[in-house]
Antibody, heavy 120, light 110 residues
Framework: EVQLLESGGALIQPGGSLRLSCASSGFTFKTRSMTWVRQGPGKGLEWVSSIDGSGDSTYYADSVKGRFSISRDNYKSTVYLQMNSLRAEDTALYYC?????????????WGKGTTVTVSS | QSPLTQPHSVSGSPGQSVTISCTGTSSDVGGYNYVSWYQQHPGEAPKLIIYDVHKRPSGVPDRFSGSKSGNTASLTISGLQADDEADYSCCSSAGGYMLVFGGGTKLTVL
């Protein structure tokens, strides 16, 4: 069974840093692009960042570019999201997602999410 | 990148059909046939139900169908069932690996 398990969410002060992790199992991790999607309280889904299977190519939404960094460890089947200079508007449930095999734009498996709250 | 525009809510009775629209621009919906739809029940993670504008992943009933015309994509749910009550979000490529979602539509089954 394919599983994604996020961790690392916390209550953090503005300007602080946090690293989210997503441990994966049940599929050939190194062949799949992975994406972080977030959902603010009462808001819609927002694409945050994607990384290809090798980790060589990374992509970011304008809202997080320069502050967030996505990476992966294919030996540990884990993808990370390093979040720096956090702002109140980064408060959200962060989902780790796996891409549909062979596709760049569709996420067919989602984790349950980890909550990040940015507040003083 | 601005979110795609979806109606805040739609409703329908069991057995009826409803259509949810998703309007973007020529830089996203209108420019690419990479539109997807996600269903999200309260407290749960989203589930992919449509990709490539009109394709359904394995296990998704054919009551769910997708289409696109110009800058607007649409999701139609026919034969409404109580379990279809959920939030539905569209998503489109915006060039390269960039993705843009809609604000989400709450479907109420009366």
């Amino acid at each position: 069974e394919v599983q994604l398990l996020e961790s690392g969410g916390a209550l953090i002060q503005p300007g602080g840093s946090l690293r989210l992790s997503c441990a994966s199992s049940g599929f050939t991790f190194k062949t799949r692009s992975m994406t972080w999607v977030r959902q603010g309280p009462g808001k819609g889904l927002e694409w945050v960042s994607s990384i290809d299977g090798s980790g060589d190519s990374t992509y970011y939404a304008d809202s997080v570019k320069g502050r967030f960094s996505i990476s992966r460890d294919n030996y540990k089947s884990t993808v990370y999201l390093q979040m720096n200079s956090l702002r109140a508007e980064d408060t959200a449930l962060y989902y780790c997602t796996k891409h549909l095999p062979g596709y760049k734009y569709y996420m067919d498996v989602w984790g349950k999410g980890t909550t990040v709250t940015v507040s003083s | 990148q601005s979110p795609l525009t979806q109606p805040h809510s739609v409703s329908g009775s069991p057995g009826q059909s409803v259509t949810i629209s998703c309007t973007g621009t020529s830089s996203d919906v209108g420019g690419y046939n990479y539109v997807s739809w996600y269903q999200q029940h309260p407290g749960e993670a989203p589930k992919l139900i449509i990709y490539d504008v009109h394709k359904r992943p394995s296990g998704v009933p054919d009551r769910f169908s997708g289409s696109k015309s110009g800058n607007t994509a649409s999701l139609t749910i026919s034969g409404l069932q109580a379990d279809d009550e959920a939030d539905y979000s569209c998503c489109s490529s915006a060039g390269g690996y960039m993705l843009v979602f809609g604000g989400g539509t709450k479907l109420t089954v009366l």
